[in-house]
């Protein structure tokens, strides 16, 4: 198996602009979550899908961003429009089903750089 | 506000002595621990769990140990091998989520 697959590997983009991630989880797992990484406040959870529903999105920042899962294979999390403070590490993880009692599995992440 | 805290940003320990990694938290709810690794260009990979009816884990060279009445955990691995040198993120479970720490540099130098 791939494991969980994201692209693109690096976006770098200018204030104001659309930013589109996706990702692709491992085949047959029910759960995908989207985190962000900073120095300052390590791997903070931004929302979860289970069987393509978002489940929890409390930790999404703001209105600027949003996330969708139209399928199992596929999601994708948007910022629009982009300013500089999104720059961060996003990782997508799946995982086999609900809870997360269940090991999660990290794509490699996308490395945002908004200027 | 941090939940689960990792105060020490970075560890550096010479090859074949044992790594101490601490994590701190703040929630009494939290009932289930985990420590993931994460190298450079790759996202984090689980390492070792602890259940909050135990105190210590082990795996191999991996050692979680659990002080409930403190709210720290601590990851040992002895010994320590220069394939190790990673970040190391603490977690904690609450509710239906993943709770996690700003994590730790350790490097493991010959």
């Known amino acids: 198996d791939a494991g969980v697959i994201q692209s693109p590997r690096h976006e770098v983009t200018e204030m104001g602009q659309e930013v589109t991630l996706r990702c692709k989880p491992i085949?047959?797992?029910?759960?995908l979550f989207w985190y962000r990484q900073t120095m300052m406040r390590g791997l903070e959870l931004l929302i979860y899908?289970?069987?393509?529903?978002?489940?929890?999105d409390s930790g999404m920042p703001e209105d600027r961003f949003s996330a969708k899962m139209p399928n199992a294979s596929f999601s994708t999390l948007k910022i629009q429009p982009s300013e500089p403070r999104d720059s961060a590490v996003y990782f997508c993880?799946?995982?086999?089903?609900?809870?997360?009692?269940?090991?999660?599995?990290f794509g490699p992440g996308t490395r945002l750089t908004v200027l | 506000d941090q939940q689960v805290k990792q105060n020490s940003p970075s560890l550096s320990v010479q090859e074949g002595r044992i790594s101490i990694l601490n994590c701190d938290y703040t929630?009494?709810?939290?009932?289930?621990f985990l420590w993931y690794k994460k190298y450079p260009a790759e996202g984090p990979t689980f390492l070792i769990s602890?259940?909050?009816?135990?105190d210590k884990n082990e795996d191999g060279r991996f050692t979680v140990f659990l002080n409930k009445s403190a709210k720290h955990l601590s990851l040992h691995i002895v010994p320590s091998q220069p394939g190790d040198s990673a970040v190391y993120f603490c977690a904690a479970i609450n509710t239906d989520k993943l709770i996690f720490g700003t994590g730790t540099r350790l490097q493991v130098f010959p």
């Open positions: 085949s047959g797992h029910n759960s």
């Open positions: 602890i259940s909050s009816i135990k």
């Open positions: 929630n009494s709810m939290f009932d289930y």
């Open positions: 899908f289970n069987n393509n529903v978002p489940i929890d």
């Open positions: 993880a799946s995982s086999p089903s609900r809870g997360v009692y269940n090991e999660q599995f």
